[in-house]
């Protein structure tokens, strides 16, 4: 399983490796989320490819409909939001080189860790929904 993968991962200090199964895990939960109410594909009909689109479209969606709301409750999506900006600041320092390598290290760190804890929760939210809209 892919939680047990991320938890070696930052057990071994291997921190942009968990960050991409992180990453890897919250598209594949966003998306099953979409399906369960609706599909994951734009009013035209076109797949939603991105992590910030799957995320608003979620929210919108959220709004609408009652299970989503029990199943995704509180803050989750906007630590979603935020996690996906430091993920995205991690690559660009990567590519850029606007950080020193000790700085991306630590910053990596902090991103595979958060990450991994969302990682959790939006599976464990996926599961209530599909309990919700099966019940």
């Not at 690559?91 to 850029?96: L, P, T």
Request: include cysteine; glycine fraction near 4%.
């Amino acid at each position: 399983m892919l939680l047990s993968r991320i938890d070696e991962s930052i057990k071994q200090e291997f921190y942009l490796e968990a960050s991409w199964l992180v990453y890897a895990i919250l598209e594949d939960r966003l998306v099953s989320a979409l399906d369960e109410t609706g599909g994951a594909v734009t009013a035209n009909g076109k797949p939603i490819r991105m992590l910030g689109p799957k995320l608003v479209a979620l929210e919108a969606r959220r709004q609408e409909t009652l299970n989503l709301r029990k199943a995704f409750f509180g803050d989750m999506l906007s630590k979603l939001d935020a996690w996906k900006e430091q993920r995205n600041e991690l690559m660009h320092a990567m590519a850029d080189e606007s950080k020193e390598i000790p700085e991306i290290d630590a910053f990596a760190a902090r991103v595979a860790i958060s990450g991994r804890e969302l990682a959790r929760d939006f599976c464990s939210a996926c599961r209530r929904l599909k309990k919700f809209n099966s019940a």
